[in-house]
C-alpha cells in the first residue's frame, strides 16, 4: 500500500553529535532554510512559518562509543556523551518548487560539513505530487523493458563485455554474436568503454546493432544491448539518437559522472529505456554515518528518468551486505504515488553467478530484475555460451524450487559454473 504524498518535503537522517539531538537538529534545520549560524534581521516570525524547515520527529537511539568521523566539535559543556538519534526533517514545497537539482541541495546541501556531526546519513525522502508532475520517471521501466527484450515471466539474463576495455568494435561485436547465438537477452558496455580512438563509439554502435539486428532477423529476438552514451549533453543527445536510428534499444549513462542535470535532460531526450549506472556509489555510502542510503539516492534518479538502477548482487565482490542489496532492489520495485509508480528495474550485478540465484529469488520474492554476470559469463569454463546457459538453468531451477545441485546433475554449463565457484 502507498502512503499518502506529503505536502511537504520529508527527509529521514541518521545523525550522530555531541549536542544535545535537538539542538543538532535544529541547527540542520536552520542551516537548510531560513536561518544562520546567527540571528539576522530578516528572519521574522512570519518568515519562519512560512519558510522554515521543521523537525517533524525525533528518536533518540543508543549512544555511540565515540565519535565515527573527524572535525566534529563539542559543546562547552560537553559530558562526554556521543548521541545517535533518528531525524524527519521536511521544507514547504514553496521554498524551492519541484526541482531535483534544488531539492539535492536542500536535503543534503552543507549538512555534512557542519560542526556538530561526526555522522549524518540520508536514510530516506518522501515528495509531493508536484514532482511526479514536473518530471518524467521511467519511460519504460519493467513492462517496457520487458516488452522490448520479448521475457516475460523470468529475469533478463545479462552480461557486460569483458574485458571492459580494450576491444575493437569489431571484436565487440564478434562477442555479442558469440552471446546473442548463446540465447543472451542483456548486454552492456563496461561503464569504462566510452569513445576511446581504439574502439569509436559510432563505430561500435554499428558493428553491434548490424550483429543485433542480423539476429533478430534470423531469430525474432533483439537482444537489448546498452550502449554507454556518457558526455556532455551534446554528445549523450547525438549518441541516443545514433542507437535509436539503428535500431538500438537501450542506452547507459553513468549518474554520478553526468550528474543531474545530465540525467534529467537526457531522460527527457530519450525515447529508448535508460541503463543507469551507480559506479562511484562507495563514495557516497561506504561509511555508516555519511552519505546517503540507496534507498533515499534512488529515488531522484528514477524521478529524472531511470528505467534500470543497479543495486549490486548478493555476495558482491565490493563491500556491500546481502541485507542493504535487496533492500535496495526492493526500493527500486516499490511505487513512489499511486498515480505514477515511477518503477525502475533493480540490476543485480558484481560478482554474480549462477550460485546467486535461488537466494536472489527467494529474498527479492519477484523475477523483476536484470542478473548481469561479467565473468560468470566470459569466464565460463565452456566459453560465454556455457555461462549464459548455467544462468539460464539456475534461474529456472530457482523459480521451480529445484536445488541447484539436482539440477546441476542434468545440466552441464550449470555444474561446471557451480564448480568454477567452489575453486
Not at 529476438?221 to 535509436?244: C, E, P, S, W, Y
Request: net charge negative; with cysteine.
Amino acid at each position: 500500500m502507498i502512503a499518502t504524498p506529503p505536502t511537504r518535503i520529508e527527509a529521514d537522517y541518521v545523525i550522530e553529535t555531541a549536542f544535545a539531538p535537538l539542538q543538532a537538529a535544529e541547527a540542520m534545520a536552520g542551516e537548510q532554510s531560513s536561518g544562520t549560524f546567527l540571528p539576522v534581521p530578516g528572519e521574522t516570525p512570519e518568515l519562519k512559518e512560512r519558510s522554515a524547515a521543521r523537525i517533524e520527529h525525533l528518536e533518540e537511539l543508543e549512544d555511540a562509543p565515540s565519535a565515527s568521523l573527524p572535525g566534529a566539535a563539542q559543546p562547552a559543556d560537553w559530558d562526554g556523551r556521543i548521541h545517535r538519534a533518528r531525524v524527519t526533517l521536511s521544507w514547504p514545497l514553496d521554498n524551492i518548487g519541484p526541482s531535483l537539482p534544488n531539492l539535492i541541495a536542500t536535503i543534503a546541501g552543507n549538512l555534512y560539513e557542519l560542526r556538530q556531526f561526526s555522522g549524518l546519513r540520508i536514510e530516506d525522502l518522501r515528495l509531493p505530487t508536484a514532482y511526479a508532475d514536473a518530471y518524467p520517471g521511467p519511460k519504460f521501466g519493467v513492462e517496457g523493458t520487458r516488452r522490448l527484450s520479448k521475457v516475460a515471466d523470468r529475469p533478463l539474463i545479462g552480461t557486460i563485455i569483458k574485458p571492459s576495455i580494450g576491444y575493437t568494435a569489431e571484436e565487440t561485436a564478434d562477442m555479442v554474436h558469440t552471446l546473442a547465438e548463446a540465447g543472451i537477452d542483456f548486454i552492456k558496455d563496461d561503464e569504462l568503454q566510452s569513445d576511446g580512438s581504439r574502439c569509436p563509439f559510432e563505430e561500435r554502435a554499428r558493428a553491434v546493432m548490424q550483429v543485433v539486428n542480423e539476429h533478430a532477423e534470423r531469430t525474432g529476438k533483439k537482444v537489448m544491448f546498452a550502449f554507454n552514451i556518457t558526455g556532455d549533453l551534446d554528445q549523450m543527445r547525438k549518441r541516443h539518437d545514433l542507437v535509436q536510428e539503428l535500431g538500438g534499444t537501450c542506452v547507459m549513462a553513468s549518474l554520478n559522472a553526468v550528474g543531474m542535470v545530465g540525467m534529467i535532460e537526457l531522460g527527457r531526450h530519450s525515447q529508448l529505456p535508460i541503463h543507469a549506472h551507480r559506479n562511484g556509489w562507495g563514495s557516497l555510502s561506504r561509511h555508516p554515518l555519511l552519505g546517503w542510503s540507496y534507498v533515499a539516492w534512488q529515488k531522484p534518479w528514477r524521478l529524472a528518468g531511470a528505467d534500470h538502477m543497479h543495486v549490486n548482487g548478493l555476495s558482491n565482490k565490493f563491500c556491500e551486505n546481502d541485507e542493504s542489496v535487496i533492500a535496495s532492489a526492493k526500493a527500486c520495485l516499490t511505487p513512489m504515488w499511486s498515480h505514477k509508480p515511477c518503477v525502475a528495474m533493480p540490476v543485480f550485478s558484481s560478482g554474480q553467478s549462477a550460485k546467486q540465484a535461488p537466494e536472489t529469488y527467494d529474498r527479492l520474492k519477484s523475477t523483476d530484475l536484470i542478473f548481469a554476470a561479467g565473468g560468470g559469463v566470459m569466464g565460463h569454463k565452456n566459453g560465454p555460451a556455457g555461462g549464459v546457459a548455467s544462468l539460464r538453468a539456475a534461474w529456472d531451477a530457482a523459480i521451480a524450487g529445484v536445488p541447484l545441485e539436482e539440477r546441476a546433475a542434468e545440466d552441464d554449463a550449470l555444474a561446471r559454473a557451480l564448480e568454477q565457484n567452489r575453486a
